[in-house]
């Protein structure tokens, strides 16, 4: 009797520990079937919480540990309407996909607090999540400024000592570094979400580049109007800059439209001051040179975003967007004066040159995208089509004058060249993608992208000989560049309870036809290589996470680097390119541990092979300048980087980031017998910014940041120190709605620096001083359901890229 007693009592007991241990799971999804990530999931048993969940970026989300009971389940989000559910759970429970709509009543009475930025790390990429932060109200360069893992100076954007691709909502924006400086400054980061720091990008993006940069913007989801104006004035040292622009949001149920449009009219000067030591067939000093220089740059940059995406209906949507930057001839124009005092051996004057250069430039930069997606029955199966066109124009003139002096100021000769130059590039690709979530925690990921690049680069230089212009045939061609490139890649993505891997491969042919009209030279390449990427993320528990990542790269030659032409600085400096560059391979192995949540190290090591670089080589036989387009041996970097975004107090947040890194060169001297040259060294440069509120309604922020950047290694050449420390105040008023900004960048004007390039009989020192320290001012207005603006949007800036 006994022993049935305890058989049914272990029976009943197993029965009730089952009964307490059922899992129910699910997806939320948006009326076009798009999963929600990020949504509240709540239950309630007698209407008392009783468990709760938080939707993953698939929209899917688990409760473990449940008994057998009536429950009510809440669903939210916001935007959308709350979903109740009633149902009773009796085992393992798979609910059907829960539907969020959007709720369309206006909510402008809704006050949203700016807050902090956080950090977030995924199995591929760092988030830094900004929307309605205290730095929404500044463009989305100065958020990069502040986005860890990213440094911006000098008028580059670098992560790990190379320059990363910049995409917008997972669209590759094709423009050079200088344009994408330019668009990112005359974007407002109001309307923006967050960034995404990608050191090693899975095989969904390109093979070409090193780190993406991808800028994820925001849209309105309530039915209606809204929009801001906003402007900038910063005054350096000699000359004001401003900015200024709109944007402006609409949508019906079915149609959301956007439009940006930004204008950045300044002035910029650049006193350099250059050293130079030619030297004899013994290597003795033959002569020197100390030249004196000057630019001022005048630009008016105008930057037009828009962007149209229509809902045909639950699992079909299609948009079109633009991007247009234009730079007008009227209003780019660069200044030019130098003097250069030549030194015979004795170190006596033996002769100086003065030279004033005068250049315009033109720049229609305008590309067009069609996108169509359908989205399948399944959550989360969706494909999407994409055709994009580029249409760039650029052309150039400048006139060059030098007057030969006697140390007297005597003259000795004249000289008076001219050179046009331009190129057309146009850019058309069509790419398809294909995401099937094979389950809950695991998803396939595939496509393919054509792309077809034509350019035509064009160099005409005129010389004047007794006052008559006439072309100088041996120094002007038309030079033809033809690329095809056809690229398939596939990816698996897959989460345990704390493990996470992301893997795939990308295939890519390329097919090149380049032609030199004047001098009738053909050539022609063609390469196929493959491109494997890992991530794997082990969480430890919910403060500690380990890392992999291992990716290899490529870098394409631009285009202007391959025209084999010279262009004509003055008359002692010259620019060439290389039509037989190579691509740059890279392979790149990245390690890293959070620990506190708060805290990261990260170890790399990065090889690059052939890497393209213009290195300045003097020829000491004509007293000429180079700078040449060229392919360097190899470069081997690795470091150990520590960053961390964390709290101080409740109202100071600190980010650092600070890297001990090496780099080493190895290049061939071309004008020292080819060669071969290394060049190595241990640098550091260290981060700090600290974010402060104040008032009680957070309505006064202060951002005070210190750069710090040790002597380093750039091809062949070693660049000083530098440091800045900068201090930004700004007070919000009228619930948000506006916003007045002031504040110093460089404080101390200590971010001016030298560069030395010394090595066998090559011999330069440069001296760059230009107008770092500024006194700003900035404003932003929203007017409209302004509060709204959240979640994310498809402005599509695309496929431009290698760009003059």
């Not at 991007?323 to 004795?346: D, G, H, Q, W």
């Not at 690709?429 to 995401?435: E, I, R, S």
């Not at 891997?501 to 004047?518: A, M, P, Q, V």
């Not at 980087?641 to 001990?660: H, R």
Request: aromatic content about 14%; overall charge negative.
């Amino acid at each position: 009797m006994f022993k049935k007693l305890l058989t049914l009592s272990t029976l009943l007991f197993s029965l009730t520990c089952l009964s307490q241990n059922l899992v129910l799971q699910g997806q939320l999804v948006d009326e076009n079937n798009s999963p929600i990530a990020f949504a509240n999931i709540v239950l309630l048993e007698n209407n008392l919480v009783v468990n709760g969940a938080i939707s993953n970026d698939n929209g899917f989300f688990k409760m473990e540990q449940l008994k057998a009971s009536t429950y009510t389940l809440k669903a939210s989000f916001l935007g959308y309407q709350t979903v109740e559910i009633q149902f009773n759970l009796t085992s393992d429970t798979q609910l059907q996909n829960i539907i969020l709509k959007e709720n369309l009543e206006t909510l402008d009475d809704v006050t949203i607090i700016a807050k902090k930025p956080t950090v977030n790390r995924m199995v591929d990429r760092l988030v830094f999540n900004v929307e309605n932060s205290t730095l929404s109200n500044n463009n989305v360069l100065d958020v990069l400024k502040h986005t860890p893992g990213v440094l911006v100076y000098n008028g580059d954007i670098t992560i790990k000592n190379a320059t990363p691709t910049i995409y917008i909502n997972d669209r590759k924006v094709h423009l050079s570094t200088t344009e994408v400086m330019q668009l990112l400054e005359g974007t407002s980061a109001g309307n923006l979400k967050s960034v995404e720091v990608i050191t090693n990008p899975p095989a969904k993006y390109e093979a070409e580049g090193g780190a993406v940069i991808n800028i994820i913007t925001t849209k309105n989801i309530a039915a209606g109007y809204n929009g801001s104006v906003f402007g900038s004035f910063k005054q350096g040292s000699e000359y004001p800059k401003y900015s200024y622009g709109t944007s402006h949001f609409f949508k019906t149920k079915k149609l959301s439209a956007y439009i940006n449009f930004s204008d950045n009219p300044k002035k910029e000067f650049r006193h350099n001051q250059e050293y130079i030591t030619f030297f004899d067939d013994i290597e003795e000093t033959a002569t020197s040179w100390e030249t004196d220089l000057v630019r001022t740059r005048k630009t008016s940059n105008k930057s037009i975003n828009t962007n149209i995406d229509y809902t045909i209906n639950a699992n079909n949507s299609i948009g079109f967007s633009t991007n247009m930057l234009i730079a007008p001839r009227e209003r780019t124009k660069n200044y030019i004066n130098s003097a250069t005092k030549v030194f015979n051996t004795n170190n006596e004057l033996d002769s100086l040159f003065i030279t004033e250069g005068r250049l315009v430039d033109e720049t229609f930069n305008l590309a067009f995208t069609l996108d169509y997606k359908h989205q399948f029955k399944r959550a989360g199966e969706e494909l999407s089509v994409s055709l994009h066109r580029t249409c760039y124009d650029f052309s150039s003139f400048q006139n060059v004058d030098t007057d030969y002096l006697y140390p007297d100021y005597s003259l000795i000769r004249d000289n008076r060249f001219q050179t046009f130059s331009s190129q057309v590039v146009d850019l058309n690709t069509g790419q398809l993608d294909y995401v099937l979530p094979i389950n809950e925690s695991s998803v396939f990921e595939a496509g393919g992208k054509v792309s077809i690049i034509s350019s035509e680069s064009i160099v005409t230089q005129y010389r004047f000989n007794n006052d008559v212009k006439e072309e100088d045939l041996d120094n002007s061609d038309t030079f033809l560049y033809d690329e095809n490139n056809y690229a398939a890649y596939v990816s698996y993505s897959k989460d345990w309870d704390s493990w996470s891997l992301k893997t795939g491969f990308r295939l890519e042919y390329t097919d090149i036809i380049e032609n030199s009209l004047t001098t009738s030279q053909e050539y022609n390449n063609n390469y196929l290589k493959l491109f494997p990427t890992i991530h794997v993320l082990n969480s430890i528990n919910e403060n500690n996470e380990v890392y992999f990542n291992y990716k290899k790269r490529i870098y394409r030659p631009r285009y202007s680097q391959l025209n084999p032409f010279k262009y004509y600085l003055n008359d002692n400096a010259y620019i060439i390119g290389d039509p037989f560059l190579k691509p740059q391979i890279d392979d790149v192995f990245t390690l890293g541990y959070t620990f506190y949540k708060d805290f990261t190290l990260e170890a790399y090591y990065r090889i690059e092979n052939d890497p393209t670089q213009e290195i300045v080589f003097q020829d000491n036989e004509n007293n000429i300048l180079k700078y040449s387009q060229t392919n360097i041996d190899k470069s081997i970097s690795y470091g150990l980087d520590f960053i961390t975004y964390t709290q101080i107090a409740k109202k100071w947040n600190v980010y650092l980031l600070t890297s001990v890194f090496y780099y080493e060169n190895q290049f061939f001297a071309l004008e020292s017998n080819n060669e071969l040259v290394t060049l190595d060294k241990w640098s550091f440069y260290g981060q700090l910014i600290n974010y402060f509120t104040f008032l009680k309604d957070n309505s006064l922020t202060a951002d005070v940041s210190y750069l710090f950047i040790s002597p380093f290694a750039s091809g062949a050449s070693i660049t000083s120190e530098r440091s800045g420390l900068n201090i930004n105040l700004k007070k919000t008023f009228w619930n948000n709605r506006a916003s007045l900004s002031v504040g110093v960048t460089d404080i101390f004007n200590n971010q001016n620096f030298d560069q030395k390039t010394k090595y066998l009989n090559q011999n330069i020192i440069m001296n760059s001083n230009m107008e770092n320290r500024l006194l700003t001012f900035g404003f932003n207005y929203k007017f409209g359901n302004f509060k709204l603006q959240t979640n994310k949007k498809d402005i599509d800036l695309i496929e431009r890229d290698r760009l003059n």
